[in-house]
């Protein structure tokens, strides 16, 4: 069993939908759960992170960790063609496990 | 603060040959790392180090070598390069590996490189 599993998508919606982005792990001992955004043709950035189980809110990005079920997921509101990336989970461990990510296209 | 450079930004090379890429970081970060990308195999950690005359190998550290004789300086190198090492590669570093600080990977542009 992978480490990470993330759904590689296409994923296509239009502009305004809720995005639900979505990785498995295996590894019970991580604690910390990152998002990783990546334009094309640029490197990944951090968007946001939790830590251990919850929810943890940022403008229109809401990051949900349930790990119970070893589950991650990120929801974008309101989504917007600028949201049109890669996005990549990272349970964190040591170093970062790195899904494969999802390309996400917001059409107008 | 240039944060993360990776230089060159692309190459072509032909099987065989060798070359160096070169990462540097001026933030002061301990731990720096190489991931090649791939389409459909997402990022995959080479090497790592997690000081400077330190390294360790991560996931797919065959026909790769690095180097940290600098902190700031993280150095990959392909001895003999082969087809299958054609791919994008970033550079990352970080504060540190452990704790809050471990969640923010700081990633350099990449470099595109070709083998044929």
């Known amino acids: 069993q992978k480490e990470v599993e993330q759904d590689p998508g296409p994923l296509s919606v239009p502009e305004g939908a809720i995005v639900s982005l979505n990785c498995t792990y295996s590894n019970s001992a991580f604690q910390y759960f990152m998002w990783y955004r990546q334009y094309s043709r640029k490197g990944p950035e951090l968007l946001m992170y939790?830590?251990?189980?919850g929810n943890k809110e940022d403008g229109r990005f809401t990051a949900q960790v349930d790990k119970s079920s070893k589950y991650i997921s990120l929801f974008i509101r309101d989504s917007q063609p600028s949201d049109s990336a890669t996005y990549l989970c990272a349970p964190g461990g040591t170093p970062l496990v790195f899904g494969k990510g999802t390309r996400l296209s917001v059409i107008a | 603060n240039a944060g993360v450079t990776q230089t060159p930004k692309f190459r072509v090379l032909k099987t065989g040959q060798s070359m160096t890429l070169l990462c540097a970081q001026d933030?002061?970060?301990?731990?720096m790392y190489w991931y090649r990308q791939d389409p459909g195999m997402g990022l995959r950690l080479i090497h790592y180090s997690v000081g400077e005359g330190t390294t360790a190998k991560g996931e797919v550290p065959d026909g790769y070598n690095v180097s940290r004789l600098k902190k700031q300086n993280f150095l990959l190198g392909l001895e003999s390069a082969a087809p299958s090492q054609t791919s994008v590669y970033f550079c990352?570093?970080?504060?540190?590996?452990?704790?809050?600080?471990?969640?923010?990977?700081?990633f350099g542009p990449g470099t595109r490189l070709t083998v044929t």
């Open positions: 933030m002061n970060h301990e731990y």
């Open positions: 990352a570093s970080s504060i540190s590996s452990t704790g809050t600080d471990s969640y923010e990977q700081y």
């Open positions: 939790t830590y251990s189980s």
